[in-house]
């Protein structure tokens, strides 16, 4: 049985319960060593085989689990933060399918939750964006033609950009051209959660600066939108006047 398990965004104690039991568990763990806090190799028990996918191809990868399978143990594929966001998880299902080997999916803390938790900040503040953005810059990955970042940057929602921070220059100049003003908020997120995590707090207009001025290439996080300003709207679900299944609306 292969898991697929979200490592969470990089603080050891993030991992879910189930993930880490599966750790402890399991006989052979290939993690995504770019991204992942070793630290929570720890987990693993002694003798278990571990393997880094950063030095490995897809293919690699599956006759790693394929020799597991053999052996009748359990594989743990850790990835980083939630393997549904840029975890290049699909193909690896598709390829455990056709060789009929079972699978399943451990969902993990995402890094733009532990960037938002690090910042002290909610993405859908009533009045100001009911909607949240979670892409990428084309770089040598494309992006679909529609999803081009000035056409997201049209909408003004929320916008968190995942393996960008090393292409701040275009960033900002992709963002300016949508709704987003040289005074938005904006900040970058470094190595959200980790020991090492960094917060550069700025604007649309200063991204390309801020990012040059930290040195920040990579692992970072760009969030964009003014969910990080200082204004917004009560929720009305806690005003005195709204009524609810649970809660009578206040006289006047």
Not at 85 to 92: D, L
Not at 140 to 154: D, H, M
Not at 186 to 212: H, N, S
């Amino acid at each position: 049985m292969v898991h697929f398990v979200g490592a969470g965004p990089g603080a050891v104690d993030l991992i879910t319960l189930r993930g880490e039991r599966l750790l402890r568990t399991c006989d052979t763990v290939i993690y995504a060593g770019s991204l992942v806090n070793p630290g929570l190799l720890l987990y693993c028990r002694e003798g278990c085989r571990v393997y880094n996918s950063a030095e490995m191809t897809l293919e690699q990868v599956i006759s790693v689990i394929k020799d597991a399978e053999a052996g009748g143990g359990s594989t743990v594929r850790l990835h980083t933060g939630d393997p549904a966001i840029f975890g290049a998880v699909r193909e690896q299902m598709d390829a455990l399918d056709r060789l009929n080997i079972p699978w399943d999916v451990t969902p993990g803390v995402s890094s733009f939750s532990g960037a938002a938790a690090s910042l002290g900040a909610e993405y859908t503040l009533p009045g100001v964006s009911q909607t949240v953005i979670l892409s990428r810059i084309a770089g040598r990955t494309p992006v679909p033609e529609n999803e081009s970042l000035s056409s997201l940057a049209s909408h003004g929602a929320s916008l968190v950009l995942f393996l960008s921070s090393g292409q701040l220059p275009s960033v900002q100049e992709e963002l300016l051209r949508g709704a987003y003003l040289a005074d938005t908020p904006a900040a970058i997120v470094y190595k959200a959660t980790w020991p090492e995590e960094k917060i550069i707090r700025c604007t649309v207009g200063t991204l390309r600066d801020a990012g040059e001025k930290n040195g920040i290439k990579k692992t970072a996080l760009v969030l964009v939108g003014d969910f990080l300003g200082e204004t917004y709207e009560r929720s009305r679900l806690y005003a005195p006047d709204f009524a609810t299944e649970y809660r009578k609306a206040a006289p006047e």
